[in-house]
């Protein structure tokens, strides 16, 4: 399992270092190991809408790319092909938001995942759930 948890991370490195949008967003990764992956960021004053809340769509964002380090980091090219989320509590400027993507299915030609997202005092801010494609192309 070590040498599977060490590619995962190889994928999820190589994955960060050509996404500008996940560098956008101050994406920490924590924690990654097969088929999961644990991320964290910091809401940023330019990242709220209309209503002085974050936008729903840096929440997706950040659920979307746990998602994506968590369903293509066996090295096997993997697309969403469908996605939804839950809003469950408000998101402030300041807030520190940590998503966690666990493997439900990890099937061979698909996968699906569900990714929660804390906020710094450990309460459920949305629920995100992806189901992916697998390609037969590598990553690395």
Excluded: P
Aim: proline share 0%; net charge neutral; hydrophobic share 40%.
């Amino acid at each position: 399992m070590a040498d599977t948890n060490r590619t995962a991370r190889q994928v999820v490195d190589h994955m960060m270092q050509h996404d500008r949008f996940s560098q956008w967003l101050g994406i920490e990764v924590l924690e990654v190991k097969t088929g999961a992956s644990t991320i964290r960021m910091k809401v940023r004053e330019e990242m709220v809408n209309g209503f002085g809340i974050a936008h729903g769509g840096i929440a997706f964002s950040l659920a979307d790319s746990a998602f994506a380090f968590a369903c293509n980091n066996r090295n096997q090219l993997s697309v969403a092909l469908d996605t939804s989320i839950n809003f469950i509590k408000e998101v402030r400027v300041g807030d520190v938001l940590t998503a966690t993507a666990t493997e439900e299915h990890n099937g061979r030609s698909t996968g699906l995942y569900t990714i929660q997202i804390l906020n710094q005092e450990e309460k459920l801010v949305a629920r995100f759930k992806g189901l992916c494609y697998r390609t037969d192309k590598n990553l690395i």
